[in-house]
């Protein structure tokens, strides 16, 4: 069984850029979230995905957009990118929105 | 909405011995709590979950209480090993809700 995967590992943009960060999905999960964690602090919720809808939204502005594909990966997209955009994004998925999530190794943004 | 107070950020034991971290909630509605373990450039990683229907679980050497009342719940690790080394997060949600509310995490040193 593969774990939650994401690409790429690192990435650096210069402000007003536009990123796009992917996520795989563990085999046989229909669900996933995704988190925005902030050097030394927890992760924040930016939005989830269930079945290709999005099933719920953190306290994120609308340049942060997400997408979810037929076989349930899925994409992180920010529009505008600004200085605190930098973090490590995490991907979870889950058997069904409900349930436990699994983390993949994130994504870490660099704006400058 | 809900907040998860973490404490304490910084914990240092002997190996073998034992330790404790705790975490309140302020959402009365809040039915599940899970633990993770973030090693350096890592994702999260679920070490155990507990739902408000049972009051303690036990995983080997890690086991998680609940008080529902006081809406506060610990980690406990018994027999301390170096690779416990790591920082620890709770965090708390409202199974429909489907948004994990994460504490400020624990940086958990292990001492040999």
């Known amino acids: 069984e593969t774990g939650v995967t994401q690409s790429p590992t690192h990435l650096i943009k210069t402000r007003g850029q536009q990123v796009t960060l992917r996520c795989s999905s563990q085999?046989?999960?229909?669900?996933v979230s995704w988190y925005q964690q902030a050097l030394g602090q927890g992760p924040q919720f930016i939005f989830q995905y269930y079945r290709e809808e999005e099933n719920g939204r953190g306290n994120f502005p609308p340049r942060f957009s997400g997408l979810q594909f037929p076989n349930y990966s899925s994409e992180l997209n920010v529009n505008a990118l600004e200085l605190d955009d930098s973090a490590l994004y995490l991907c979870?998925?889950?058997?069904?929105?409900?349930?436990?999530?699994?983390f993949g190794p994130g994504t870490r943004l660099l704006v400058l | 909405g809900e907040n998860v107070e973490q404490h304490p950020s910084t914990l240092s034991v002997q190996e073998g011995d034992s330790a404790v971290i705790k975490c309140t909630y302020s959402?009365?509605?809040?039915?599940?709590f899970p633990w993770y373990k973030q090693e350096l450039g890592k994702g999260p990683q679920l070490i155990i979950d507990i739902r408000s229907n049972v009051g303690e679980k036990k995983d080997q050497r890690i086991a998680v209480t609940l008080n529902k009342t006081a809406k506060h719940f610990s980690l406990h690790i018994t027999e301390t090993q170096p690779e416990d080394s790591a920082v620890y997060f709770c965090?708390?949600?409202?199974?429909?809700?489907?948004?994990?509310?994460w504490g400020a995490g624990t940086k958990l040193i292990i001492k040999p």
């Open positions: 965090a708390a949600s409202i199974l429909s809700n489907y948004q994990l509310i």
């Open positions: 085999s046989g999960h229909n669900t």
């Open positions: 959402d009365s509605a809040s039915n599940y």
């Open positions: 979870a998925s889950s058997p069904g929105d409900q349930e436990t999530q699994y």
